[in-house]
């Protein structure tokens, strides 16, 4: 059966202090890894897609990378506005768009 | 992307009744979901939309309890029948367009049943 499990849990930030986001998987065959932020309240908002190690996406201050067992999801210099619950899910070959949700990092980042 | 809406924003319901929850999409899409987010947990998913014909669900979730419909390639209704307080959760509709595997997210639906 697809796993995802993220770690840490939560994580608590000075402005301007960087860290990553770990994200583990197990699939039989990955068609993508994905990773979307959820602010309280509303529905997540997507970040970034990896379909093969190696590969490595950026936006802003996020950077994500792909492994053949986990993703890591950086984050630079975050701001207050990066306070969120960052969640990665992963697809299956043999799915036909399920995505396998991990159970999300809460980030607080505190000026 | 598309932009995704979905109505109602939030309900609360009495024990044993229905809600039917609309998701409404700006352009065609080829795929709609409907996920299921519990308190403090993680997105699962409930079903596949599929355009014209039934849903397919996922193992724990079933027609009589989620009924689903899709008369377009830009609309989708997720049903919650006989509601109990278990129920209470945010619905999600997601959508995939064209031959890209990335979902969106609309806004969701926060249902708190009494």
Known sequence: ?111 | SAVISQKPSRDICQRGTSLTIQCQVDSQVTMMFWYRQQPGQSLTLIATANQGSEATYESGFVIDKFPISRPNLTFSTLTVSNMSPEDSSIYLCSVRMGGRETQYFGPGTRLLVL
Do not use: M
Request: a negative charge; aromatic letters at 10%; one cysteine or more.
């Open chain 1, 1 to 111: 059966e697809d796993q995802v499990t993220q770690s840490p849990e939560a994580l608590r930030l000075q402005e301007g202090e960087s860290s990553s986001l770990n994200c583990s998987y197990t699939v039989s065959g990955l068609r993508g890894l994905f990773w979307y932020r959820q602010d309280p309240g509303k529905g997540p908002e997507f970040l970034f897609t990896l379909y093969s190690a190696g590969e490595e996406k950026e936006k802003e201050r996020l950077k994500a990378t792909l492994t053949k067992k986990e993703s890591f999801l950086h984050i630079t210099a975050p701001k207050p506005e990066d306070s969120a619950t960052y969640l990665c899910a992963v697809q299956a070959d043999r799915s036909w768009g399920k995505l396998q949700f991990g159970a999300g990092t809460q980030v607080v980042v505190t000026p």
